[in-house]
């Protein structure tokens, strides 16, 4: 046999012994990769501002058909057949409803003298020498029209001129007193002139009509 074919022949067996002897070689998983559980967050319910209470006037004296809701910023200080007055907080005025069917009101010029309340209120009232209307629009109440009237008394009017009887008693107007008059002329037949009257600060006024203006946002008028 050629030398060279033999020496070849031995080392191909050698190879081979050699790779049946070897170890297997075992492949290492890599190790498994710990998740750390997720916590979860406990669903929280918001926190919701109750609603501020309500209270419902219903008339017991006061001939017109209405109810409406106030807060307890507000409250009833007097209820009649002809009127129902409300208090604003500790401040100077008042907030009314008034059937004015049997009222009388200081005429247009002085000296004043008392008439009775005039079919044309809104018309009336821009030409009264106690008032300086300073704006007037149309509103709704209750789903039924109107006319708004924001004025202030004027110099006339004095520390204290009465303008006003209604029911039991009257109101005086005095310079520097702010009011808000909303007329509707046809509630089921009747009239009823709303009032808002304060002798505050302009910016306290305002806050008075913010808040008598939520109060008619909740007025219901019922068939009588």
Not at 191 to 215: E, H, N, P
């Amino acid at each position: 046999m050629n030398t060279r074919k033999l020496l070849v022949s031995v080392l191909m067996l050698v190879c081979v012994a050699l790779s049946a002897c070897a170890p297997a070689v075992t492949a290492t998983k890599p190790a498994a990769t710990t998740i750390p559980p997720t916590a979860i967050v406990p669903t929280v319910a918001p926190t919701v501002a109750p609603a501020q209470e309500q209270t419902t006037f219903s008339p017991k004296t006061f001939d017109l058909p209405i109810t409406f809701h106030y807060s307890p910023e507000w409250k009833i200080d007097s209820e009649v057949s002809s009127e129902v007055v409300l208090k604003y907080k500790d401040y100077d005025g008042e907030f009314l409803f008034i059937n004015p069917k049997s009222a009388t009101i200081a005429d247009l010029t002085a000296p004043y003298a008392f008439i009775p309340f005039p079919d044309g209120f809104v018309n009336w009232i821009q030409t009264h020498g106690l008032f300086q209307v300073v704006k007037t629009q149309p509103v709704v109440v209750g789903g039924l029209p109107g006319t708004q009237i924001d004025a202030d008394a004027t110099a006339a009017c004095g520390a204290k001129t009465e303008w006003f009887h209604v029911g039991p008693g009257g109101w005086n107007c005095g310079e520097g007193g702010h009011y808000r008059f909303t007329n509707l002329d046809d509630v089921n037949g009747e009239r009823l002139l709303i009032m808002t009257v304060g002798y505050v600060s302009a910016d306290d006024f305002i806050l008075m009509k913010d808040a008598s203006q939520k109060v008619l946002d909740t007025v219901v008028f019922s068939k009588p």
